[in-house]
């Protein structure tokens, strides 16, 4: 069973407005960590953004916040002003569990494909 | 500054050779990681380390070998017997483990076939 899921494969919006990408995720733990990255063109993976679990607050860095509803097993990223730069591959990403003695390795979506619209 | 650097950017593989993807990290990370992404798809997992000398086996190692003899490099071989390495391949580190801790990523090798 796919463990992460991002429906939009490909998503256009107008240069500075906002723009949301969806993410659900399916897990049994109740600690796990869900991550945002974005990758241009050249293909570096770059962080953009984590939320804990466990956090009570939404995550938010710089432009970038994320949407976290737990009942819903939901963590959309949203991006506010959007900018040329913006235009790039966006992979949800999820690790589960806390323990330091064994790997709970990280489960990426598929990627959504974001185009910026001058 | 602190990073992930990978090498080459493009490695040509011919049939039947072995190649040696190069991935050094000075962020001080204790575990490193290695994915393959094919076009228009996520990541997949092929080896990880948590420490020096130790590795394990991800979802695809299969024609695929490494060595964590230090902490700041962990080489991946892509040996004859993947019948098909074109890929994009990303290296990854991070301090640890547990969920809170995020996977930093080299700017990744792109092999191809001859």
């Known amino acids: 069973a796919q463990k992460i899921t991002q429906t939009q494969p490909g998503m256009f919006v107008q240069e500075k407005e906002a723009v949301t990408l969806d993410c659900t995720y399916d897990?049994?733990?109740?600690?796990?960590?869900l991550f945002w990255y974005k990758q241009p063109s050249s293909g570096e993976m770059i962080f953009l953004i984590y939320?804990?679990?466990?956090?009570?607050q939404n995550a938010t860095e710089g432009r970038y916040s994320l949407n976290f509803q737990k009942a819903r097993k939901s963590a959309n990223l949203v991006i506010s002003a959007s900018q040329l730069g913006d235009s790039a591959m966006y992979f949800c990403?999820?690790?589960?569990?806390?323990?330091?003695?064994?790997?709970?390795?990280?489960?990426f979506g598929p990627g959504t494909s974001l185009s910026v619209i001058p | 500054d602190g990073g992930i650097t990978q090498s080459p950017k493009y490695l040509f593989r011919k049939e039947g050779q072995n190649v040696t993807l190069s991935c050094e990290q000075n962020?001080?990370?204790?575990?490193m990681y290695w994915y393959r992404q094919d076009p228009g798809q996520g990541l997949r997992l092929i080896y990880y380390?948590?420490?020096?000398?130790?590795?394990q086996k991800g979802d695809i190692a299969e024609g695929y070998s490494v060595s964590r003899e230090k902490k700041e490099s962990f080489p991946l071989t892509v040996t004859s017997a993947q019948k098909n390495p074109t890929a994009f391949y990303l290296c990854?580190?991070?301090?640890?483990?547990?969920?809170?801790?995020?996977?930093?990523f080299g700017p990744g090798t792109r092999l191809l076939v001859l």
């Open positions: 990854a580190s991070s301090i640890g483990q547990t969920s809170r801790e995020t996977q930093y």
């Open positions: 897990t049994s733990d109740q600690s796990y960590g």
């Open positions: 939320q804990g679990s466990y956090d009570e």
């Open positions: 990403a999820m690790r589960e569990g806390l323990s330091i003695t064994s790997y709970d390795k990280v489960i």
């Open positions: 962020l001080n990370h204790d575990a």
């Open positions: 380390s948590q420490i020096v000398n130790d590795f």
